[in-house]
Every structure is written in structure tokens, then in C-alpha cells.
């Protein structure tokens, strides 16, 4: 009995660090907004980058004939076409996936892009369009990893992230390489934009929705990006455009402030990772770590609290209790709790746990994950407030609550823990309702848009193509 209330006091304990009442959600709106000033106002300074990605149009429909795209980023890369009517359709890309021969991620530039032309190639010839016809085609190519972007088209390659580490091409500007060998490989194509995957969110949210200002992706990391103003890019004086905006790209990822409600268990895996004192905002909200946190907070209570029997060395495993198995850990609905017993006994080697502690694990499961969806939906309460859409007014002044117009406004939205996991999006519509009020939370929309980072890609092509 003593020792149940030990648990329970740990338990508590983590419900206390993890709290996010609205006041506190608030403040992590406030500070959202302030440094995506500062990250604007200076280079270096804010831990949010506010890159400037040169989009300065988002696909309206209206765009018209076959656009490619690349998507390259993770192991797999993709090649997509889409064909475009005119009038904002269903899409319905031609994709195709193509692994990447490790060999090829960490040898020399020109074989990794050869490689990209001729799968590109080999589409395009498979899809019945002529390879060299007289007619030039237009690529987006989303290029996953850390670019200094130059102008819309072309960027230089600050450093290779995930499994990739190819020496030649860091600090060598990436579109121009592609184009090299697009152009050995004879196609007759352009490469009319670089972006990465939030970017191409936002140009399909906003394809399917004109009110979409914002992209947020929740997946194995997190990132976001928004439409901006260009008179408030002020580390960017004189910057012009015709449509006067421009897409700033967050990496969000980064965002961190004394606001967040953080733990122990965050400072240790903080502590041991590859990267600490990076990505904060990221490592309490997206998919690579959330399971990580819940491994965390089980093998503490089994170390010093025996609620788990003998201590299993698999809890001990970095990343050994993937989200996942955590979210269904959490959405078990059965009343024994068997699909809970299954992952500890199958993922964590815990076997004969009691139904109560089976319970205090969906507890804990249910802390980390609340925590995580309440803090992305005040980042983009923060986004919404930057821009003057969360009703606060800002900019009218004078007038009272009550009297302000909010306009519609919508978010696109990406990334399988929005998706796939019922309770985080929930929980993060709830907190939307909370932070924002009523009132105006009826005015902000979030939609789902699916392959943003390819489909996107081509249809930014199209809107920034040299005869549009
Ligand atoms: P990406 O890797 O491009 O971000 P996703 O958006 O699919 O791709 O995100 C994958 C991440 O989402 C994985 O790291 C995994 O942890 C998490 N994930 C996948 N499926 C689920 C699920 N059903 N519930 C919770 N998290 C999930």
C-alpha cells in the first residue's frame, strides 16, 4: 500500500510538470509570437530561423498542365506528376518510390543527382511524356534538409541531416546540381522551385483553401511555416514582391521558451541525444520522441517502486518504446486492458502486470501526449497571433472583443500523431477551443492535406513557372 502511494506520488509529480492550464498555454502563445519577431528582425536572433523560402504566391487553382515533382528527404524519394485543369480539382498524382542505394548517400554529389535524373528519366518516359520534347517541363523539388535559400529556386546546403552525408555537397547550391544532371540526361526540364515539406503544405492547403495562411506538420519531427508580409521580414530590408508576402519556414522544431512545462524525464533525453540543447519545442511533441518520454517515466517507477516486477533490460533500450505502440497503449478501450498488457509483455518484456498499473500506464501515456498536442496547438495559436488572425485585434484597437471580424482562417495540417492518433488531435483541437475562445475558434479551420511535400512541390512548380 505504501508503495502504491509512492507511485501515485510520482505519477503526480509528472502531471504537475506537464501542466498546461490555458494561462500557461498563453504564455507559450505569447512567447511563440515574440520570437518569431526576433528571429525575423535579426539573423541569429531567435532560436527560430524565420527562413525565407522566396515563395511569394501560393497555387490559387487556377494553374493549368503537367507539373513534376522530387521529393528527397528520408530513405525513400519519390517522383510524382500531377495534371492540373485549370479549376481547383480532385488531384490525383502519378507517384512512384524509389529507395535510395545507400552506397549513393554518402559518396559523391554528381552520382546521388545522376541517379535522382535518370529515375526522373525513366518516369517520364514510363508516363507516355516525350523525354525531350521541345515543350520545357517544370520540377518542384523539395529537398528535406537545412538549405540557405538564395532565391526561390536556389539554395545552398547548410548540412546533411538523417542518414545522408554526401562532404561535396555542403555549402554547393542544390538546384543548380539537379539541373546539371537534368541537363547530362538531356530532359528538358527546369527546376522552377526548391522547398521544403512544410512549404509544400502550405501550397496544397492553400490550393484546396484560400484562407490557408499556415502549415504544420506533427510527424517524426515537426516544423511549420506561414505567409508572411514582407514589410515585417525586417532582417530582409527592401525585399519586394508583387504579392507583398512571402512563406517564412519556422523550423519551429527549434522554438523554445521557459514557458514550456518541462520535466526530468526531457532533461535527461535532452541530455542523451545527438543533438541537446536543440529542437526543444520538437522533443516534447513529435513522434520520434513521444514514446521515448513514457519509456522514461515506466523505468523510473520500475527502478525505485518494484511496480513492475524484476526491472526489464529492455527498458533500458533508447527509443525502445516507439509512439506507436505508445498510442495504442493509450487508445486501448478494452476493459482488461489487453492490447497494454500485449505491448509491455511484446515491446518492453514486462510481463504479469496488474490491471491497476496496466491503467497508471495509459495514465502516463495520456500525460505525455495531452502535454505535446496542447503545446503545437499554442504554436499555432502563436503563428495566429503574429499574423493578427487570433482575434485579439491587435491592429483595429479601440474596438472591444466582441466587435472585431475575425476572418476565416485555415491551417493545413500533415504528419501521422494529427492523423493517426486520435487522442493527440483531439487534444490539440480542444486546447484550440480553449486558448482561442469560442467565438473565435469557429472561424479557424485545420485541414488535412495528404503529400503536400511532393504534390505541393508540383504545384508550386506551376504557380512560379517561367510562362505563368
Ligand atoms: P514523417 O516521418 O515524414 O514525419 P509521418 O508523418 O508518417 O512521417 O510520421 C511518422 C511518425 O509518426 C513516426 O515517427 C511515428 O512515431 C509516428 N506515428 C506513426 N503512426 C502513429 C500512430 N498510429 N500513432 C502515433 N504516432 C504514430
Same mark, same amino acid.
Given at each position: 500500500?505504501?508503495?502504491?502511494?509512492?507511485?501515485?506520488?510520482?505519477?503526480?509529480?509528472?502531471?504537475?510538470?506537464?501542466?498546461?492550464?490555458?494561462?500557461?498555454?498563453?504564455?507559450?502563445?505569447?512567447?511563440?509570437?515574440?520570437?518569431?519577431?526576433?528571429?525575423?528582425?535579426?539573423?541569429?536572433?531567435?532560436?527560430?530561423?524565420?527562413?525565407?523560402?522566396?515563395?511569394?504566391?501560393?497555387?490559387?487553382?487556377?494553374?493549368?498542365?503537367?507539373?513534376?515533382?522530387?521529393?528527397?528527404?528520408?530513405?525513400?524519394?519519390?517522383?510524382?506528376?500531377?495534371?492540373?485543369?485549370?479549376?481547383?480539382?480532385?488531384?490525383?498524382?502519378?507517384?512512384?518510390?524509389?529507395?535510395?542505394?545507400?552506397?549513393?548517400?554518402?559518396?559523391?554529389?554528381?552520382?546521388?543527382?545522376?541517379?535522382?535524373?535518370?529515375?526522373?528519366?525513366?518516369?517520364?518516359?514510363?508516363?507516355?511524356?516525350?523525354?525531350?520534347?521541345?515543350?520545357?517541363?517544370?520540377?518542384?523539388?523539395?529537398?528535406?534538409?537545412?538549405?540557405?535559400?538564395?532565391?526561390?529556386?536556389?539554395?545552398?546546403?547548410?548540412?546533411?541531416?538523417?542518414?545522408?552525408?554526401?562532404?561535396?555537397?555542403?555549402?554547393?547550391?542544390?538546384?543548380?546540381?539537379?539541373?546539371?544532371?537534368?541537363?547530362?540526361?538531356?530532359?528538358?526540364?527546369?527546376?522552377?522551385?526548391?522547398?521544403?515539406?512544410?512549404?509544400?503544405?502550405?501550397?496544397?492547403?492553400?490550393?484546396?483553401?484560400?484562407?490557408?495562411?499556415?502549415?504544420?506538420?506533427?510527424?517524426?519531427?515537426?516544423?511549420?511555416?506561414?505567409?508572411?508580409?514582407?514589410?515585417?521580414?525586417?532582417?530582409?530590408?527592401?525585399?519586394?514582391?508583387?504579392?507583398?508576402?512571402?512563406?517564412?519556414?519556422?523550423?519551429?522544431?527549434?522554438?523554445?521558451?521557459?514557458?514550456?512545462?518541462?520535466?526530468?524525464?526531457?532533461?535527461?533525453?535532452?541530455?542523451?541525444?545527438?543533438?541537446?540543447?536543440?529542437?526543444?519545442?520538437?522533443?516534447?511533441?513529435?513522434?520520434?520522441?513521444?514514446? #521515448? !518520454?513514457? +519509456?522514461? =517515466?515506466?523505468?523510473?517507477?520500475? $527502478?525505485?517502486?518494484?511496480?513492475? &516486477?524484476?526491472?526489464?533490460?529492455?527498458?533500458?533500450?533508447?527509443?525502445?518504446?516507439?509512439?506507436?505502440?505508445?498510442?495504442?497503449?493509450?487508445?486501448?478501450?478494452?476493459?482488461?486492458?489487453?492490447?497494454?498488457?500485449?505491448?509491455?509483455?511484446?515491446?518492453?518484456?514486462?510481463?504479469?502486470?496488474?490491471?491497476?498499473?496496466?491503467?497508471?500506464?495509459?495514465?502516463?501515456?495520456?500525460?505525455?501526449?495531452?502535454?505535446?498536442?496542447?503545446?503545437?496547438?499554442?504554436?499555432?495559436?502563436?503563428?495566429?497571433?503574429?499574423?493578427?488572425?487570433?482575434?485579439?485585434?491587435?491592429?483595429?484597437?479601440?474596438?472591444?472583443?466582441?466587435?472585431?471580424?475575425?476572418?476565416?482562417?485555415?491551417?493545413?495540417?500533415?504528419?501521422?500523431?494529427?492523423?493517426?492518433?486520435?487522442?493527440?488531435?483531439?487534444?490539440?483541437?480542444?486546447?484550440?477551443?480553449?486558448?482561442?475562445?469560442? #467565438? !473565435?475558434? +469557429?472561424? =479557424?479551420?485545420?485541414?488535412?492535406? $495528404?503529400?503536400?511535400?511532393?504534390? &505541393?512541390?508540383?504545384?508550386?512548380?506551376?504557380?512560379?513557372?517561367?510562362?505563368?
Amino acid at each position: 500500500r505504501k508503495k502504491w502511494k509512492r507511485v501515485v506520488g510520482v505519477l503526480k509529480e509528472l502531471e504537475e510538470s506537464c501542466e498546461t492550464t490555458v494561462g500557461r498555454l498563453r504564455q507559450v502563445v505569447d512567447a511563440m509570437a515574440v520570437e518569431m519577431h526576433a528571429g525575423l528582425a535579426s539573423e541569429g536572433g531567435s532560436k527560430l530561423k524565420m527562413l525565407l523560402t522566396f515563395v511569394d504566391n501560393l497555387p490559387s487553382g487556377s494553374e493549368k498542365g503537367i507539373f513534376y515533382a522530387l521529393d528527397l528527404g528520408g530513405t525513400n524519394f519519390r517522383v510524382l506528376r500531377v495534371e492540373l485543369g485549370g479549376q481547383r480539382s480532385e488531384l490525383d498524382p502519378d507517384v512512384e518510390h524509389q529507395p535510395i542505394p545507400e552506397q549513393l548517400m554518402t559518396g559523391r554529389s554528381e552520382d546521388l543527382f545522376d541517379f535522382i535524373a535518370s529515375s526522373l528519366h525513366r518516369f517520364v518516359e514510363n508516363g507516355n511524356d516525350s523525354v525531350q520534347s521541345s515543350i520545357m517541363k517544370e520540377l518542384g523539388f523539395t529537398f528535406s534538409f537545412p538549405v540557405k535559400q538564395t532565391s526561390v529556386s536556389s539554395g545552398v546546403l547548410i548540412k546533411w541531416t538523417k542518414a545522408f552525408a554526401i562532404k561535396d555537397m555542403v555549402g554547393k547550391e542544390v538546384a543548380g546540381a539537379l539541373q546539371q544532371a537534368l541537363d547530362r540526361k538531356g530532359l528538358n526540364m527546369r527546376v522552377a522551385v526548391l522547398v521544403n515539406d512544410t512549404v509544400g503544405t502550405l501550397a496544397l492547403g492553400h490550393y484546396h483553401d484560400a484562407d490557408t495562411v499556415a502549415a504544420v506538420i506533427i510527424g517524426t519531427g515537426t516544423n511549420a511555416c506561414y505567409w508572411e508580409r514582407t514589410d515585417a521580414i525586417i532582417k530582409c530590408q527592401g525585399l519586394l514582391t508583387t504579392s507583398g508576402g512571402m512563406v517564412v519556414n519556422m523550423e519551429w522544431g527549434n522554438f523554445w521558451s521557459s514557458h514550456l512545462p518541462r520535466t526530468s524525464y526531457d532533461i535527461d533525453l535532452d541530455a542523451e541525444s545527438p543533438n541537446p540543447n536543440d529542437q526543444g519545442f520538437e522533443k516534447m511533441i513529435s513522434g520520434m520522441y513521444l514514446g #521515448d !518520454i513514457v +519509456r522514461r =517515466v515506466i523505468l523510473r517507477m520500475s $527502478e525505485e517502486l518494484d511496480v513492475f &516486477g524484476p526491472v526489464s533490460s529492455r527498458l533500458y533500450v533508447p527509443f525502445a518504446l516507439r509512439t506507436p505502440a505508445m498510442a495504442a497503449m493509450h487508445e486501448d478501450d478494452s476493459p482488461e486492458l489487453t492490447e497494454v498488457a500485449k505491448i509491455l509483455q511484446d515491446v518492453l518484456d514486462i510481463s504479469d502486470v496488474p490491471l491497476k498499473v496496466r491503467k497508471l500506464v495509459v495514465k502516463i501515456c495520456d500525460v505525455v501526449t495531452r502535454r505535446a498536442a496542447r503545446l503545437a496547438a499554442a504554436g499555432i495559436v502563436g503563428i495566429l497571433k503574429k499574423i493578427g488572425r487570433d482575434g485579439s485585434g491587435g491592429i483595429t484597437g479601440g474596438r472591444s472583443r466582441s466587435d472585431i471580424k475575425m476572418r476565416r482562417t485555415a491551417v493545413a495540417v500533415e504528419g501521422s500523431l494529427y492523423t493517426q492518433y486520435t487522442m493527440f488531435r483531439e487534444y490539440l483541437h480542444e486546447a484550440l477551443h480553449e486558448i482561442l475562445g469560442e #467565438d !473565435i475558434a +469557429r472561424h =479557424v479551420v485545420i485541414n488535412v492535406t $495528404e503529400d503536400g511535400s511532393g504534390t &505541393g512541390a508540383a504545384l508550386l512548380a506551376a504557380s512560379h513557372s517561367s510562362s505563368g
